[in-house]
């Protein structure tokens, strides 16, 4: 498996989970567990170039 599959992949299990937390987000209806949730995955998951 090339380092180029493995960061592809990456990106779209990020962007699933973001929306994810996004969503529960929006069903808890808690402002602030919605914006620093998705901050720190965003931080910790996605690769940042």
């Known amino acids: 498996m090339s380092l180029r599959t493995r960061l592809r992949e990456r990106g779209i299990f990020c962007s ?3 929306y994810f937390t996004y969503f529960v987000g929006l069903l808890s209806n808690h402002p602030y567990y919605h914006h620093f949730h998705v901050m720190f995955t ?3 998951l996605c690769p940042v170039n």
């Open 42 to 44: 965003i931080s910790t």
């Open 16 to 18: 699933i989970f973001v």
